[in-house]
């Protein structure tokens, strides 16, 4: 099917032609600028998306930048140090050593070490961390049967300062500082089967007994949990 172009208006007369044409002209120009004009109005408003995307992306980052930093000024820092656990032999001077046995018993235990470095105990397990009270001493055996180190001091010898002296030795886990009145000296340290007595909270052989025997592998229960059991009185951390 012929398919035929639609004929200009025209007229004879060349003065009325020339309107006509006129007319066909701005008609066109008249379309042309209305397009023009969707054009740049749709232009404009992909730009104006784009910055506004931008602006909302740009917000994002800063915020997740400034939640970042947040988190890492505002988040408490351990300064807990870090000891390799298990050991490897070393003799260090003046640590004692025992053979205790581990069976699980109810009521007190009449132990042969003051405190006790191993032994019968309870069932249940003292959780590790710091206390400002004497603890129960068959459930902090049960925590060296898990591998912890117990440190102990005479609140009669060891001022705050020395508790904050012991407390800066611990690890983040599987240790328990404790006070234990009439100790006999101002310190000792304690595992499984080992211990260390000391007159001076800055006796260097403290961090020594901590990197030989936390975590020891010779230990009855060796990686068992130190915590999820009893909370004694007068934990803080």
């Known amino acids: 099917m012929s398919t035929q172009k639609r004929p ?38 992909r730009q104006r998306g784009k910055v506004v995307w931008w602006t909302v992306g740009s ?18 820092q351990s300064n ?23 069976t699980h018993v109810e009521g007190t235990v009449d132990y042969e070490q003051t405190p006790p470095a191993g032994g019968p105990h309870n069932p249940y397990w003292l959780n590790c961390g710091v206390y400002t009270e004497p603890q129960t001493n068959e459930n902090a ?8 180190v ?28 404790s006070p234990y009145p009439d100790l006999g000296t101002a310190v000792a340290v304690s595992a499984w089967n080992a211990q260390l007595k000391l ?21 009855p229960e060796p990686n068992a949990v130190c915590t999820g059991a009893i909370d004694g009185p007068g934990k803080t951390a």
């Open 199 to 219: 007159d001076s909270v800055d006796d260097e052989r403290i961090p020594e007994f901590f990197e030989e025997y936390w975590r020891n592998q010779d230990v």
């Open 150 to 177: 117990w440190v102990t001091y005479d609140p009669e010898l060891v001022d705050e300062e020395g508790v904050a002296t012991l407390e800066s030795y611990l690890p983040s886990s599987y240790a328990i500082l």
């Open 80 to 102: 807990r140090v870090t000891y390799t656990a298990g050991g490897d032999g070393v003799e260090i001077e003046g640590v004692e050593t025992f053979s205790n046995t581990n």
């Open 141 to 148: 055996v049960h925590s060296m049967e898990h591998g912890a």
């Open 59 to 76: 917000v994002a980052a800063v915020a997740v930048v400034g939640a970042i930093v947040a988190s890492i000024v505002f988040t408490p």
């Open 8 to 45: 200009q208006r025209s007229s004879g007369n060349p003065a009325k032609q020339a309107e006509i044409n006129q007319s066909v002209k701005q008609q066109r120009e008249a379309k042309r600028q209305e397009k023009l004009a969707e054009y740049q109005r749709q232009l404009q408003k």
